[in-house]
């Protein structure tokens, strides 16, 4: 099969079409072939040779797809080789086939196509993981995402609203924020200009921060937290290592919470398998009446998946970049 490989850590340009051996499935894997691929941040740092893959995955990049069945692995039952599917991958996404735990094969959305479904995977198992399954968020409370504009914020920001909470996002643009207020933000913050803090202090504090920021935001997240407040950093777009205050926190009564859904195992009651249940459970019927779409900014050929990484990089997108194969 043809699958795209970084022939060494760097640019965009490191990525080149390669040869690789088509996947056969092991016990309890499926081989799906691939019709489309979603782009993640994470592959770009996995590009420049920051973000290994864990051990045992695919090092192609890639970690999340949909497409159909190719082939069953012993022990996997209720699905057929044929059917329409996405999945949740841990490696190996922009490529022609991939092999990946049954557990983390998901159905499509009814109503959604098979090109778009590749959008879902990582954006729905982040943002339902980390808001519902790690902070408890609840009807009424207040939500601050950074970053409402892009693949994960436009996600949560309509997932939120179906949740009922309001939304307080960030973006870097008037165009971007006019965007974040149609998916239902209540408030769109200006980053470059105003003060994350003093809007979540206007609407009371925020119960839960869903932060993609990490360093630079630590102490100005805390600081924005409301009394039983849950901070949930996802991302170190602003660096890994800063200073917390635990007295601030303890005042609060409030907690900081860290997760990364690639590094989590498949099986076991916080593993991938798991997280995929219950969005399919969960989310895929708010997909399914039309409370929340996938939002699709540019669609690459897989040949092109550099263009389709400098397009990230420029940060100019709004929701997901999609390589179709
Ligand atoms: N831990 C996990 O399991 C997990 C899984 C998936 C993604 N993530 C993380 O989630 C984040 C978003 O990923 P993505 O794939 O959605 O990438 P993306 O589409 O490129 O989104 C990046 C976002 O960062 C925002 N941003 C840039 N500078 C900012 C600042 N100073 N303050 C606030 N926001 C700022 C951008 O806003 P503008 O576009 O308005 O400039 C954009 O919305 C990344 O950090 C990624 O690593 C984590």
Known sequence: ????????????????????PDPTPAPGEMVVTIAAAGLNRADLL????????????????????SGTVAALGEGVSGWSVGDEVCALLAGGGYAEQVAVPAGQVMRLPAGVPLIEAAALPEVACTVWSNLVMTAR???????????????????????????GVTVLTSAGTEDKRAFCRSLGADVAIDYHHEDFVQVAKEHGGAD????NMGAKYLARN???????????????QGGAKAELDINALMRKRASVAGTTLRSRPSDGPRGKAAICAEVVEHVWP?????????IIDATFPLEQAAAAHERMTSGEHTGKLLLTV
């Open 222 to 236: 805390v600081d924005a937290l409301a009394d039983g407040g849950r901070l949930v950093v996802i991302g170190l």
């Open 1 to 20: 099969m043809r699958a795209i490989l970084a022939t060494e850590p760097g640019g965009p340009e490191v990525l080149t079409v390669s040869d690789r």
């Open 137 to 163: 968020i609840q009807p009424g409370e207040t939500l601050l995402v950074h970053g409402g504009a892009g693949g994960i914020g436009s996600f949560a920001l309509q997932l939120a609203q179906a949740l």
């Open 286 to 294: 708010l997909v399914e009446d039309g409370t929340i779409r996938p």
């Open 208 to 211: 839960v921060i869903l932060d």
């Open 46 to 65: 996995q590009r420049q040779g920051f973000y290994p893959p864990p051990p045992g995955a695919s090092d192609v990049i890639g970690m999340e797809c």
